[in-house]
């Protein structure tokens, strides 16, 4: 039973980490670039999109050739911290948090966008300054979307398969996630315990998008 679990509990810890920072990320990005215009906006605006489009398999490479023990970047963390971020439980946060800042960005976008600017405005005459009103105006109008980006955020990082696999690997107790537990469970014919993890996050997902829609037409 707790083989069974350790996966479920590793999934939901990695995702509300990976959440969290993404809220944080997703949220600052959005606020710079959000009714903003400057040459190169829409090359940093397909940046932030593209993981949303590319493999995942194509994302975990990319992070193993940052991040591996072989990189400027892997090495610099070996030598500081005498680890390695390869095949770690922060690797697959790691990998959870690239596939899932698209999500939070677009909706932290469109949340802030859609705040009135006059209101913004009758702030800045009373004296706030933009630190002020973007805390105490802007985030308050555009909790819903944020809400509502946050939930699928986390829903996409309980999903994630491809990079984390090849990113963090599928140690079991360690990195091994429910994808990857459902994956090495088919591949080695323990079906019912497939099934028994594919619904529990079938359980999770739904209540998630339930949530999220319920968010949505808060908004509306």
């Not at 710079?32 to 940046?47: I, L, N, Q, W």
């Not at 006059?118 to 944020?146: C, K, M, Y």
Request: net charge positive.
């Amino acid at each position: 039973m707790t083989s069974f679990w350790s996966p479920v509990w590793l999934s939901i810890k990695v995702s509300l980490l990976a959440g969290l920072i993404v809220a944080v990320l997703g949220t600052a990005a959005a606020r710079r670039m959000a009714r903003r215009r400057f040459r190169g906006k829409t090359v940093v605006e397909t940046v932030f999109m593209l993981p949303l489009v590319l493999p995942p398999s194509v994302v975990g490479f990319l992070l193993v050739v940052l991040f591996g023990r072989h990189s400027p970047i892997g090495q610099w963390i070996e030598t500081s911290f005498h680890t390695t971020v390869l095949f770690t439980p922060g690797a697959a946060v790691m990998a959870a948090v690239v596939v899932s800042f698209p999500l939070m960005y677009q909706a932290a976008k469109t949340g802030l966008e859609a705040v009135d600017p006059t209101i913004e405005g009758a702030a800045r005459i009373d004296g706030a300054n933009e630190r002020q009103v973007f805390w105490h105006i802007s985030l308050p109008l555009a909790r819903h979307a944020l809400l509502s980006g946050a939930v699928l955020s986390f829903a996409r990082s309980l999903g994630e398969f491809g990079a984390t696999l090849m990113f963090a690997g599928n140690i079991p107790g360690k990195t091994q996630t429910i994808p990857t537990a459902v994956y090495m469970a088919m591949e080695s014919g323990r079906m019912e315990l497939a099934w028994a993890w594919v619904a529990v996050t079938i359980g999770l997902s739904f209540s998630l998008l339930v949530f999220a829609t319920k968010l949505g037409r808060l908004r509306e």
